[in-house]
Nanobody
Framework: QVQLVESGGGLVQTGGSLRLSCAAS????????MGWFRQAPGKEREFVAA????????YYADSVKGRFTISRDNAKNTVYLQMNSLKPEDTAVYYC???????????????????WGQGTQVTVSS
């Protein structure tokens, strides 16, 4: 089992940058595929980015490709989401998620993840 805690959210102007962090408990963090999702008010939670256990494979939603970068540091039990060129439509609560996997798979669907953090608010002002 793993517990996830996100941090790094806040208020930023259009065009600005933020780096989200997701710290995981437990000694087996490197056995988990990780993902970032977001949920804006009145909308469904949507996929943002994902990374496999080793960090060798990543995948992005089209809406963030070229602007966001997901990475992980298995020694620090942490996954990151670097967000650049932020837009007002990026405003949402951002959640990290984990799923045990040692096959190298990258997961992009909500139902594929067993563990979720509590979320961190990102607000982009115009």
């Amino acid at each position: 089992q793993v517990q996830l805690v996100e941090s790094g959210g806040g208020l930023v102007q259009t065009g600005g940058s933020l780096r989200l962090s997701c710290a995981a408990s437990g000694r087996t963090f490197s056995s988990y595929a990780m993902g970032w999702f977001r949920q804006a008010p009145g909308k469904e939670r949507e996929f943002v980015a994902a990374i496999n256990w080793s960090g060798g494979r990543t995948y992005y939603a089209d809406s963030v490709k070229g602007r966001f970068t997901i990475s992980r540091d298995n020694a620090k039990n942490t996954v990151y989401l670097q967000m650049n060129s932020l837009k007002p439509e990026d405003t949402a609560v951002y959640y990290c998620a984990a799923e045990w996997d040692y096959s190298g798979t990258v997961y992009t669907k909500k139902y594929e993840y067993s563990y979720w953090g509590q979320g961190t608010q990102v607000t982009v002002s115009s």
